[in-house]
């Protein structure tokens, strides 16, 4: 590679990692910028194998400067580039779509309808953060309906309630009103009584499997024609608990011969011989299917919208039966395809995160390895960030990907202006220092210079981590104290030389940019990551934060602090945001 083609290189590099830094606000990473560089520049792939190194060093020096100084040195290089995130930021944020036949409601109603099963994963957020974006967006009204009519194969969670509630909080929404069906089961016994009379239902002893084979033959069930009188008595006795599990159940008539067998004379109501765990509602054996409770209940709260997965699409058809019996208007239905998530080993599945909870395999709901809402909470991540993510997903019929790094983006834009920033070295070695200052004094954050700087010794040595310890006689720059050389002689330990050397060595000669703590005055901190537990030191400022302070470590990422010991020398403990 020759001279001409290497400025080329370094330049094109410099203008792809201030704009990739910029643009996503974080350092610029090499294997970001050699896709786009090689991509708008053919003539460099002949040199590929040289790229890399060249490219490397440009990467580093434009992370050691600050925003304005990377905004500076682009619109110096590239004033196109910069008028492109300008444009960028001007954008309007996507809006969701909306909603079918709005117009025609004097007021949109909307219900979250949650299984309080467990508390609630990151795909559990998908419907308050679009439920509560619509309610804002049509200045509507929003119930939380807890389904909580399976004490059996769903059993409800008696924590789960809370843990739900203060779920929709932290995503930023407040319901208007707050339910539980297993509040509601007289009301459901009624409506079951007015639909026995309408001729809508019957009770049914057949055994599942029976039933199931007369069903996909399109052969009607020999208790169908059961006269009304017999009907009424038997649901009570469902109601009375005389039957057991599978002994009888409430079927809704609809049409035996229909094309889709799931719409065939389905059941309403079930007998269930496990208590529910509520007390309130543990005296209960005959219960209602969710498709007959669901729909019940959104007719008498007034729904106009429901929003509901694709595989639901039978519940809707189902529930047309029912609303047609009782002369009901349906609401409006927009259905969607399943979110899936990046980023996690663990299943996004509450009763696969509840037994790795139960089995010591997670440490609990909020383990920064389980995709749940408390665990993304405990880090740091603010709700708005994981609302604004799934609004951009939309509510199409699709499977969507919702990508931890744009949650990790959206975050970023909230907490980057207001978090300092401090050092934290993780696998640190051990490097005296001679000459120089006794301190450095980097600021607290780099746009806010009013905030003012902090007060860093040096004393005699520093750590630094193991990968930033530079070849002998060669230098680097100490994030906020200096230039320095690492130095070897020939009797006694290495050490790192302060030289005059002043910021021309970092922008013109391209030394490394690294961060350091005093080998003595820094504080222990554990860091909990979505990878395990990490060790390191941190200056000793971060003693002084309080938890749910959301810190940058530069070089590092964001993290939320959680817990402060009274003595500087004990463990503190932060749990890793995101880079």
């Not at 959301?550 to 403990?573: C, I, K, L, M």
Request: net charge negative; charged share 30%; glycine share 8%.
């Amino acid at each position: 590679m020759d001279d001409e083609i290497r400025e080329r290189v370094e330049r094109e590099a410099e203008v792809n990692a201030l704009f990739n830094a910029l643009k996503h606000d974080s350092d610029a990473q090499v294997g970001a910028i050699m896709g786009p560089l090689m991509g708008e520049n053919p003539e460099f792939r002949e040199h590929g194998d040289q790229i890399a190194g060249v490219v490397a060093p440009v990467v580093g020096r434009v992370n050691g400067f600050s925003n304005a100084e990377k905004r500076e040195r682009l619109e110096e290089l590239d004033p196109e580039a910069v008028a492109e995130l300008d444009a960028d930021d001007e954008d309007d944020d996507q809006v969701l779509p909306d909603l079918p036949n709005a117009e025609e409601y004097d007021e949109i109603r909307m219900r979250l309808a949650p299984n309080p099963n467990g508390p609630w994963h990151l795909g559990n957020a998908r419907m308050p953060a679009v439920i509560g974006t619509y309610k804002e967006l049509y200045d509507g009204w929003m119930l939380c309906r807890f389904d909580d009519t399976d004490p059996e194969t769903k059993r409800p969670d008696l924590d789960a309630y809370d843990a739900i509630l203060d779920a929709i909080d932290y995503l930023g929404f407040e319901p208007d009103e707050v339910v539980r069906a297993s509040d509601r089961v007289e009301t459901y016994y009624g409506h079951a009584r007015e639909l026995i009379d309408l001729g809508g239902a019957y009770t049914c002893s057949c055994e599942a499997g029976a039933f199931s084979d007369m069903k996909n033959s399109g052969e009607a069930c020999p208790h169908r024609e059961k006269d009304v009188e017999t009907v009424g008595e038997e649901f009570e006795a469902m109601v009375a608990g005389e039957y057991s599990s599978g002994e009888m159940v409430l079927r809704v008539r609809t049409d035996i011969e229909h094309k889709n067998p799931a719409l065939r004379d389905f059941v309403a109501f079930r007998m269930i011989d496990t208590p529910h765990p509520r007390e309130e509602a543990a005296e209960y054996r005959a219960w209602p299917m969710l498709d007959f409770q669901s729909g019940v209940d959104d007719h008498l709260t007034g729904v106009t919208h429901i929003i509901r997965g694709i595989d639901l699409q039978d519940s809707a058809k189902r529930q047309r039966f029912v609303y047609d019996y009782f002369g009901w208007e349906y609401p409006e239905v927009v259905h969607w395809g399943h979110i899936q998530i990046d980023a996690y080993d663990v299943k996004m599945s509450t009763s696969t995160i509840k037994s790795l909870v139960e089995s010591g395999d997670l440490d609990g709901w909020d383990d920064p390895r389980a995709p749940t809402l408390a665990s993304v909470e405990r880090r740091g991540i603010r709700g708005e960030a994981v609302v604004d993510a799934i609004v951009e997903l939309g509510t199409s019929t699709s499977d969507v990907d919702l990508a931890m790094s744009n949650v990790y983006a959206k975050n970023r834009e909230l907490v980057d202006d207001e978090s300092d920033r401090r050092f934290l070295v993780r696998d640190g070695a051990d490097v005296a220092v001679e000459g120089g200052p006794d301190a450095a004094h980097p600021p607290l954050h780099p746009d806010h210079e009013d905030r003012g700087r902090r007060d860093i010794p040096v004393s005699d040595a520093v750590l630094v981590e193991l990968e930033d310890v530079p070849d002998v006689g060669e230098r680097v720059w100490l994030k906020g104290y200096g230039c320095v050389r690492y130095e070897d002689p020939v009797d006694g330990e290495a050490f790192f030389e302060y030289t005059d050397d002043d910021i021309d060595a970092v922008r013109e000669e391209g030394v490394q940019v690294i961060h350091w703590v005093p080998a003595a005055e820094s504080v222990p901190v554990t860091l909990r990551t979505m990878d395990g537990d990490v060790s390191g030191h941190a200056e000793p400022g971060f003693h002084e934060y309080a938890p749910d302070d959301v810190v940058q470590f530069e070089r590092v990422g964001f993290a939320r602090v959680d817990s402060v010991p009274e003595d500087a020398t004990e463990e503190h403990v932060a749990y890793y945001t995101h880079p």
